[in-house]
């Protein structure tokens, strides 16, 4: 290749270079090299940008994911309420008390067929729909003879003036020693079995609750969610705890039906003669006992200004042990006080004829001082009703143990604590509402 040829060429590589510098100094390089820079200037702004907007939405988001989560738990606690867990045992009948308990029982009422929310008479049963009640409203007392015991009665005279219609009579040994000491052994072997597991203690108000644990020095503050669902019943726990508080401090009360053994038809005719107190208008027969320290406040067995005719006429109570000291059952309105004694029979009305509460039937049970006192007691209706005298069927709240017992607490300065063996609707909050149409 000639001089010439190499320095064109020569020329043309510096030209190809000079041409690049060129190139890269115009504009439009430039602008080739500064784009990547731009997106990402782009980029962080963008970022800054997302991060002030959740910043500034945060608290409306985190309150619509709140809003989503409430329905979702409502909505799944309606489904619970509609489907009870199917594996969670409820309470069971509890065994039958009483003399000779191991006798046919009586027919308990259809659970099925019996629905407290019923509101009209045409869904009850046709045996309910075509019951006739009887009214009873008179209490009259004489002397009868039983198994060769001569038992007249005694009236025992108001010592204070009044024109109140309540009588108060008694029988001395209208039970025998030996009823006396089987229905002891029969209640005290059946409280120490239900015993084995501590009670749900049920309210009759929050204000009640909180007046027992002021009574008991402890400062802690509760409110009706306290309650288990639907009742003014504690948890277990809580009511493990309320136990020891107050320790145990409470009667003991088992109950037992007529027919479900021998000896209630033979309790119930001995009545009947002696009193003229219909069996039809009686209601279960209760052993209750009061261990050292424990009475109960003064109440009446019927509801003052009540408007039910379907309430307690007559009681009548009968000791079943001798007390050392303490125990007597005392009218203080009447200026009458009883002692009691083995076998001693206490009768009296409630209510005048007209079916309203004499509010000078007011009574107590004096503390125990020595000793421990037992009764067994039955109430008389003045106005029968289709399950007077038959054992109901159980609530199925609050949810509990099988054989799991109950004490109820009720008006603060009318009433006490009581253990029983059976439950009743007195602690489910809409009983209120069905009550009357109870049957």
Known sequence: MTKAGKAVKRKGKGEKGQDIAQQNGSPEAKSKLESPRSHRRYLILTLILLVVLCFLLYPSISSLINSMQEVRHASEKRENEKEPDKDLKLKETPPESGPDAHEKKTEK????KLNLKQKSTKELPEEVRNFKPTVLDKLVAKKIFADGRRLPPIELLHQK???????????????????CDGLRTVHDRHVEETSKLNPVICFDSISTLRRHIKDAKKKIKVTPRDFTQGTTCLNTSFSHEFKDWIRANWSYSTAFYPGESRFSKVFAARVEQATALKSENGGKFQITSYPRGIGYKTHTDCVLNGQDKRDRFATILVYLQDV???GETKFP??????????????VWNNMNAKGECEPLSVHNAAVVEEGHKYIIQRWFYYKSFYSLGRRPPEPHLPLRQPGQPRVSCDEYENGSCRWYDEWNYEHIIDYEQTKHTLI
Do not use: H, Q
Request: glycine share 10%.
């Open 109 to 112: 009422l259809d659970t099925g």
């Open 161 to 179: 003036p009044n024109n109140s219609s309540v009588r108060v009579y008694l029988f001395d040994d209208f039970l025998s020693e030996a009823e």
């Open 324 to 326: 050392a000291k303490g």
């Open 333 to 346: 309105e009447l200026g009458i006080w009883v002692k009691p004694k083995k076998g001693r029979a206490l």
